[in-house]
Every structure is written in C-alpha cells, then in structure tokens.
C-alpha cells in the first residue's frame, strides 16, 4: 500500500514560535495533498488543499498567512505555523492523492500532535 | 445536505457479533468509495475501497455498495475488542473528496 510519512510526530513549543510540518509520500507521487486538524474526540476538519508547484487552496476560516503551505514536490509538502498559539494545538493530520492506481484514493500520514504553552 | 451522511453512534455489538455501518451520500456522480478506521490518537487507515455496485470481501470486512439507492456500508463479521474505533466513509466524485463524520464502534467483550 501506499505510504505517507510525517515529521514531527510530536511537537511542543513556546507560544509565539514557528512550527514546520513535514509531509512526504514515500512510494508514490503525490500531485495533490491535503492538511486537517482534528481537535479530541471531533471530526477532521479539512485546512487546506495543495497541488505541487501551485498555491495551496485554503478552506474558508483557515488563515492562510498563518497555516504556510508549500508543495515543492510530487512528494513532499509542508505545513507551517506561524507564531503559534495555545489555541493551535491540535493534531495536525497530511494526507496524499497520488497518480495512476493511487489518483482515487487519499492515503493519510500518522500525524503531528502540536502543543503550543 | 451534507455529501456524506453518518450515523455518528455510538455502535456498541458483542464480541463475535456483526457490525454495521452505514452511510448515504448526496451527490449521484461519486466515483469511488472508501471506509476509513481511525484508533483514538491515531490518524485514519485505509481499510475498504469499492467502485461499483455490489459486495466486495476482504478478510472480515465486507463493503456493499448500492448507487441507485445512494448508500454505502460496511460489515464487520466475528468483531473483536480491536475493531473498536470511529469508522470514516469518503467518496471522491471524480474531483473533490468528501467525509463523513465518522460512526464510533465499540466491540464489548
């Protein structure tokens, strides 16, 4: 099966601070990828969409100058945040579209766990 | 409407019993279907994929597709303690993927 790797696996920052998430498809080539979050015991909740080489396309409410999104590659795609906040700490979740027999289905990363004090 | 609906549970079943999940969806031109398990704490797994009507088996997993109706479900045969998780149902319709909340299982030995 296809695999989607994440870095960190968990987080702890200052408030304040900068956080990068890392996203990468490790078998195959992902021409889009995909952010949630999810708080404790409640749905994920869709962030963000990226195609590689092109804007991420952000769903309504996300701050996009807070959640940085970059897709430099067919495998890799990050996720940063900007002068986290308490109220960020989440579990920040990737996961991959790929091409040819992976160009229907979303596989997902293990997750970040973010926690900002 | 939603795309996906989901009961969101919870589902409790004995130990060795059936469980059923449902979902129904919206949009009549969705292509593909998949079932999702999420543990608590952990990110979603893939575990069932079905793109035309009917049955389709894997180990104790069963998915059932019906498009005329516009539902989708999935059968869990012999259940087991570690079949307790939230269940996600997705659709891509050919451009966009959909969730739906999820069902909470819990298998009661």
């Known amino acids: 099966g296809a695999v989607v790797s994440q870095h960190p696996s968990r987080v702890i920052c200052k408030s304040g601070t900068s956080v990068k998430i890392e996203c990468r498809s490790l078998?195959?080539?992902?021409?889009?990828m995909f952010w949630y979050r999810q708080f404790p015991k409640k749905s994920l909740m869709l962030m963000a969409t990226?195609?590689?080489?092109?804007?991420?396309?952000?769903e309504q409410g996300v701050e996009k100058d807070k959640f940085l999104i970059n897709h430099a590659s067919l495998t890799l795609s990050t996720l940063t945040v900007t002068s986290a906040h308490p109220e960020d700490s989440s579990f920040y979740i990737c996961?991959?579209?790929?091409?040819?027999?992976?160009?229907?289905?979303?596989?997902f990363g293990p997750g970040t766990r973010l926690l900002v004090l | 409407q939603k795309e996906v609906e989901q009961n969101s549970g919870p589902l409790s079943v004995p130990e060795g019993a059936i469980a059923s999940l449902n979902c129904t969806y919206s949009?009549?031109?969705?292509?593909?279907f998949f079932w999702y398990r999420q543990y608590s704490g952990k990110s979603p797994e893939l575990i069932m994929s079905?793109?035309?009507?009917g049955d389709k088996e894997d180990g104790r997993f069963t998915a059932q597709l019906n498009k005329a109706s516009q539902y989708v479900s999935l059968l869990i045969r012999d259940s087991q303690p570690s079949d307790s998780a939230t269940y996600l149902c997705?659709?891509?319709?050919?451009?966009?993927?959909?969730f739906g909340t999820g069902t909470s299982l819990t298998v009661i030995p």
């Open positions: 997705a659709l891509f319709t050919g451009n966009q993927f959909y």
């Open positions: 079905i793109y035309s009507n």
């Open positions: 949009d009549r031109g969705s292509q593909s």
């Open positions: 078998d195959f080539q992902a021409t889009t």
């Open positions: 996961s991959a579209q790929g091409q040819g027999a992976h160009q229907e289905t979303q596989y």
């Open positions: 990226s195609n590689e080489g092109s804007k991420a396309t952000y």
